[in-house]
């Protein structure tokens, strides 16, 4: 499970392992302008519809996070309501070969393929807050009149709660805590069952220092923290 791990980690390839492990955000609220908007990036919906439908595998998670590198193969994270008040799942899935590929002179969509895929239980109160907390992120930090861009470059999808946010790798803000974040949950795809509880409090420390940033950040003005001029 390479792709979507050395995206969040290596700065080479667009992640940040110094942001990762900083405790506070590394820029001010006026300096923050991610290259995130909303919808879908120029040429890049079909891609990522295959893509999240091959993830998905017919389920519908509330939240999502894929990566549509350049040239490697796609990977994303998930999180699918469970039933009633039971257990969330929490997925992290990498396509064993890229899903885009050009054949023929066209691109085709190689969504016949078993993706390699970790699938864990997640409480259902703090995937709930999760959720909301990400999407009450996100709509501080993108513009609903900003649109997704195109970039020549790794791509990431966001889509919280029926909301989609599109672009480059956020680092400054609500956005890189939300990196934070997703490098936690991918590690908590990987863990057993105890080292998995330590992990959910380790979030809910991070989810608790993403509130005090939205809370400053409206406490300071929207104009300033979503990176408006």
């Given at each position: 499970m390479s792709d979507f791990r050395a995206f969040s980690v290596s700065a080479s390839t667009l992640a940040v392992a110094a942001l990762l492990l900083a405790a506070p955000v590394a820029h001010a609220a006026d300096e923050c302008k991610p290259e995130l908007g909303r919808g879908w990036p120029p040429a890049t919906e079909n891609h990522g519809n295959a893509v999240e439908g091959l993830f998905a595998a017919g389920a519908k998670?509330?939240?999502?996070?894929?990566?549509?590198?350049?040239?490697?193969?796609?990977?994303?994270?998930?999180?699918?309501?469970?039933?009633?008040?039971?257990?969330?799942?929490?997925?992290y899935a990498e396509a064993d070969d890229r899903v885009a590929a050009w054949s023929g002179g066209?691109?085709?969509?190689?969504?016949?393929?078993?993706?390699?895929?970790?699938d864990v239980p997640m409480p259902a109160a703090l995937a709930k807050r999760l959720v909301a907390d990400?999407?009450?992120?996100?709509?501080?930090?993108?513009?609903?009149?900003?649109?997704?861009?195109?970039?020549?470059?790794?791509?990431?999808?966001f889509m919280v709660d029926g909301m989609r946010v599109s672009g480059l790798l956020p680092e400054?803000?609500?956005g890189e805590l939300l990196m934070q974040q997703s490098e936690l949950l991918i590690k908590a795809t990987d863990d057993g069952d105890e080292?998995?509880?330590?992990r959910w409090n380790e979030l809910t420390a991070q989810l608790d220092e993403l509130e005090k940033w939205l809370a400053g950040n409206a406490?300071?003005?929207?104009?300033?923290?979503?990176?408006?001029?």
């Open positions: 998670p509330s939240l999502s996070l894929t990566t549509l590198p350049r040239y490697s193969p796609e990977s994303g994270l998930l999180l699918v309501p469970g039933d009633g008040d039971g257990d969330w799942r929490l997925r066209a691109l085709r969509m190689r969504i016949d393929q078993e993706p390699e895929v970790a990400w999407r009450r992120a996100l709509t501080a930090t993108v513009p609903e009149d900003r649109p997704a861009g195109f970039h020549d470059a790794d791509t990431l999808l400054c803000g609500a080292r998995r509880a330590r406490a300071g003005g929207a104009g300033a923290g979503n990176g408006n001029d």
